[in-house]
């Protein structure tokens, strides 16, 4: 069974800085993407960042301030948020689609999240 393991979040000021990690685990023999979705009370989830065929993207409210980066041995993404504000205050959520032995094709999967609470 495919699970997706999230860490990283907690309480910091604004200002200040933070590094998730989402480690996939399961018979994967490939990588299609990799990426982080966020949710802040009352709101809809949203995209933050995604990496899939050696490109990035991010969401216009994260750029310049989080980097996205994967490795792939360890099948583990990474998000990098620096310059963190209080708008970033979320629960943050790693997305795979990833080809299993079970499921050839590709499949997404979720962690559960984790929160990211900013003051200000």
């Known amino acids: 069974q495919v699970q997706l393991v999230e860490s990283g979040g907690g309480l910091v000021q604004a200002g200040g800085s933070l590094r998730l990690s989402c480690a996939a685990s399961g018979r994967i023999f490939s990588i299609n993407a990799m990426g982080w979705y966020r949710q802040a009370p009352g709101k809809q989830r949203e995209l933050v960042a995604i990496?899939?065929?050696?490109?990035?993207n991010y969401a216009d409210s994260v750029k310049g301030r989080f980097t996205i980066s994967r490795d792939n041995a360890k099948n583990t993404v990474y998000l990098q948020m620096n310059s963190l504000k209080p708008e970033d205050t979320a629960v943050y959520y790693c997305?795979?689609?990833?080809?299993?032995?079970?499921?050839?094709?590709?499949?997404?999967?979720w962690g559960k999240g984790t929160l990211v609470t900013v003051s200000s």
């Open positions: 990496t899939s065929g050696g490109s990035t």
């Open positions: 997305n795979a689609d990833l080809n299993t032995y079970s499921k050839p094709h590709g499949m997404d999967y």
